[in-house]
């Protein structure tokens, strides 16, 4: 039996529900039905809408530690018979000692971004960055994992970006798409609004802006009420195909999460910024190995972070070598076939 152990919820948003069901989908279309088990009921309908069978448990997302004896009767419950069990864990919540003993209930696969290592069966880092962290995954012999899947070839991109993805650069910027994740903790979104519809040149070539609400926006009732009317911007919730609004663009500007992946996938050219450590490592990353321009850190330096975006979508605007380039690069980066390589490398022990 394989499960998948994840949360998803207002504090930590989507991200790790997100990448599971990628997986997930390419799981089940090699006719093993994954079951998500996770301790936050806010993703659970976005799981099973998906087709996917949830369990709840009755803990403490925060502290998985004491999750250990309700998992164990879930392994029970779902199948008495089967005497080897799969579990793929992505959290940021983890322990070694967790790990640990999870470890003796079932083979342990996990998602990792920081570069630390656990003792696990399989760890999976499919950043951009994820390559460069092999030696701190072997340096601790008490923690070293068993094997690891490192970098952007497993990529577990969403459903949607895996066909139809042809992407025509336009000769002119008209549509800029503003996407913060799950969430926007900071409230990056207005100011990044504010500092382009404020802009003499945004205004002049009358630009676009499409904004999207993430799931766990705490903000949205007050970009309604901001931009709302506004004849140039244009507010999203409960994005059905994200794909569709960003091949309507002409430059994404997005933090450094997923997102990048999905918009390299594209072509779409971009600029990133981040306000969260797990962040910074693929904004540094994207910038050392592409055109791309990290803007910056928004929870530190916001004012800073805000200037350079106007500058950069400013040469997007101006300059249409610039976006070819950047079309490029991003294309270059992923393949679309990282679930499957997560997908095959999970079922070998099923």
Known sequence: MFIIRADGNSVIGMGHVMRCLSIADAVKAKGTAPIFVTACEECIPMIEQRGFRTRLLTTDYRDMISELPELEKVLNEEDEKIKKHVILVDSYQVSEAYYRELGKLAYVACLEDMGQPYPVDLLINYNIYGEKLTSQYEADNENKPKKTLLGVSYMPLRQEFLSDIDYKLREK???????????????????????????????????????????????????????????????????????????????????????????????????????????????????RRTNVINCGDFSKESIKVVNKAVKMLQRCVLDKSYREQLNWDEKKLVDGKGSVRIAEAILKEI
């Open 173 to 287: 910027v008209t549509d800029v798409m503003i996407t913060t994740g799950g969430s926007d903790p900071f409230f990056a979104s207005k100011a990044f609004t504010d500092a382009f519809l404020a802009d003499k040149m945004m205004q002049e070539e009358n630009i676009r802006y499409h904004i999207i609400s993430g799931p766990f926006n705490s903000h949205v009732a007050e970009l309604k009420e901001m931009y709302g009317k506004h004849a140039n911007v244009t507010i999203y919730e409960n994005v059905k195909s994200m794909k569709e609004i960003m091949r309507k663009c002409d430059v994404v500007l997005t933090a450094t999460g997923s997102t990048i992946y999905e918009v390299s996938a594209l072509g779409v050219p971009m600029l990133v910024f981040y306000f969260a450590e797990n962040q910074r490592q693929g904004a540094e990353e994207i910038e």
